[in-house]
């Protein structure tokens, strides 16, 4: 390549200087100024070219600038009587028009002899150089995408669900929202418990990994689903039906990844979870937590590995004023467990963990006539949580209905989580998974002096699942048949953040769960499942759900 780019560059100076020769020869002669037109477009396009190298980085402006003085020079030269001084110039001259055997015209330039071996060199050369950034780009391959794009990963899914909700007999009849938002033992949220409800969903997810460099993971998908403070951040369902306007997208993951070795991996963004779980009873499927994770993976041998996960999540941010006594309200989260490869396609996942919620409980404004607390309102719940009313003291007094909804207990959440995979034929597997938790931070002293309220201790959560079939549903043709069985007390997991399905969301709640999927085409699947649950404490509350789902992924 340096030679090629030598013999361009002399080539390049050859033809300014012959350019400025000629040019100085055409001085005075009228007769041949269309000859001298040309070789000064001659001489402005060999200049051109000379920018565009300088351009490109072959050449600096300064060589650039030389070679056309130079060249100018040697034009100028070779066009005056002076370059051949004296006797010895003169004979020179006679030997180089004796050579040529004829006297030199006006307006010729002479182009030195090109050897066919010098131009046959030049043209492998330039074809080798040309080969290999094709191979590079992958110029003319079928799919074929410049190198950068390789190193970006697309993915995505749509969903499309028919929802049927039926309230048996034995259930509260409607009430207003005051009625069932207030109860202190497993209050709700729901303000239809006795009329069969028929909905469309939709859920559409499109995101991207991107690696850069051999450390360095950036991530953004985006959602469908509520925008903002006061949505629900454990679904990305959207409910159809409105008149057809148009649904709402939101930045659902957004993360970079900072792997310096294959042991440990440092994350930050809005980042997905983090966290091994087993099944939702700690944290529906579509959550996504957003803060800084440390995760440690040391691989012990081939088939057994620990693991270690820490990280800080910001859940509400709360600027301080001066009436305002609210802290912003965090999780630190951690957890430790193993992966253990038993046999073939046949593994064991076991964690335990502990999130440690800080300030996300509620406190009692102190006077009828101060809100320096009403930040410590939790600005969304699902159902179940024992709740009470920042704002009592008001309401009381003036006989208003201004309620502002506080989580009664603190919640430091203790969860044990295994997941038994085992293949016992072909691509049939059966899956065990369990999750057990238990809130640490239930305090009846503490109870008592935020909201003066004495509750009972509900704050155990289990759930079980037993699946047979297919783990994936890559192929078509894939199948899998699963029931579980679920219990969680009312204050055992935050309910904003637990499953959005089964009871329509929330804790305070028992039940079952059956159903199946199978893959009528790659990557497609259809789903059925049927929820049958019962509230634990509080109205009497009973709901039977059916979904049925269509998933595409790709």
């Given at each position: ?28 002669r009228?007769?041949?100024?269309d ?19 300088v351009?490109?980085?072959v050449l600096t ?11 100018q ?18 004979a ?17 330039v ?21 080969l ?18 390789h ?14 909700e ?7 009849p ?21 009329e ?25 998908r985006?959602?469908?689903?509520g ?8 679904s990305?369902s959207?409910?159809?039906g ?27 963004g ?9 099944t939702?009873l700690v ?22 590995s ?24 965090w999780l ?9 490869l ?9 964690g ?12 009692l404004?102190?006077?009828p ?11 969304f ?57 238990k809130?640490?931070g ?39 048949g ?14 904003a ?27 497609t ?30």
């Amino acid at each position: 390549m340096k030679n090629l780019r030598g013999r361009i560059l002399a080539c390049l100076l050859f033809s300014v200087g012959a350019c400025a020769a000629a040019l100085g020869q055409e001085a005075g002669r009228t007769a041949a100024a269309d000859e001298a037109q040309q070789l000064r477009t001659l001489r402005d396009t060999t200049i051109a070219l000379l920018n565009q190298l300088v351009q490109q980085g072959v050449l600096t402006r300064e060589k650039a600038d030389e070679l056309i003085r130079q060249a100018q020079q040697a034009g100028q030269s070779a066009s005056s009587p002076a370059a051949a001084p004296g006797a010895a110039g003169a004979a020179a001259a006679a030997a180089g028009g004796a050579a040529a055997g004829a006297a030199v015209a006006p307006g010729t330039v002479r182009v030195p002899y090109v050897p066919e071996s010098v131009k046959q060199e030049i043209r492998d050369e330039v074809k080798q150089d040309v080969l290999a950034e094709a191979r590079q780009e992958r110029w003319g391959v079928p799919n074929g995408y410049p190198d950068w794009l390789h190193r970006i990963t697309w993915y995505g899914d749509v969903r499309v669900r028919y929802q049927g909700e039926r309230f048996p007999t034995s259930s509260v009849p409607n009430a207003t929202p005051q009625q069932l938002a207030l109860p202190q033992n497993g209050a709700y949220t729901l303000t239809n418990t006795s009329e069969p409800v028929n909905i469309l969903r939709i859920r559409a997810r499109f995101g991207l990994e991107a690696t850069i460099g051999d450390t360095v993971v950036a991530g953004v998908r985006l959602a469908s689903g509520g925008v903002g403070l006061g949505t629900n951040g454990a679904s990305e369902s959207q409910t159809l039906g409105n008149y057809n306007a148009r649904e709402t997208i939101g930045l659902d993951r957004a993360y970079l990844a900072y792997r310096p070795v294959s042991w440990l991996t440092l994350t930050g963004g809005r980042l997905g979870d983090p966290f091994f779980h087993a099944t939702t009873l700690v944290w529906a499927d579509d959550i996504s937590l957003e803060g800084l994770v440390a995760s440690f993976v040391p691989q012990l041998n081939d088939t057994f590995s620990l693991f270690a996960t820490a990280g800080m999540f910001p859940i509400q941010d709360i600027q301080p004023a001066p009436t305002n006594a609210a802290p912003s309200k965090w999780l630190y989260g951690y957890q430790t467990g193993f992966h253990w490869l038993l046999a073939e396609a046949s593994t064991l996942h076991f964690g335990v963990a502990f999130y440690d919620y800080r300030a996300v409980e509620g406190i009692l404004n102190p006077t009828p006539y101060t809100t320096i607390y009403s930040a410590t309102a939790a600005p969304f719940r699902q159902n179940g949580n024992s709740v009470f009313d920042i704002n009592e003291l008001a309401n009381t007094l003036n006989g208003t209905t201004n309620y502002l909804i506080g989580l009664t207990s603190k919640f430091h959440e203790l969860n044990v989580a295994t997941a038994l995979d085992v293949r016992f034929g072909g691509r049939t597997h059966l899956m065990l998974n369990l999750d057990y938790v238990k809130n640490l931070g239930f305090d009846h002293n503490d109870i008592l002096q935020r909201t003066g309220l004495t509750l009972d201790n509900r704050t155990t959560g289990a759930q079980f699942e037993v699946k047979v079939g297919d783990p994936n549903f890559a192929r078509r043709y894939n199948w899998q048949g699963f029931v579980a069985y679920r219990y969680a007390q009312r204050d055992s997991v935050i309910d904003a953040f637990t499953d959005a399905d089964f009871n329509l969301g929330g804790t305070n709640a028992k039940g079952y769960i059956i159903g199946g999927e199978f893959a009528f085409a790659e990557n497609t699947t259809l789903r059925a499942r049927w929820f049958s649950s019962k509230e634990i404490d509080g109205l009497p509350l009973a709901i039977n759900l059916l979904q049925v789902d269509a998933t595409a992924a790709f």
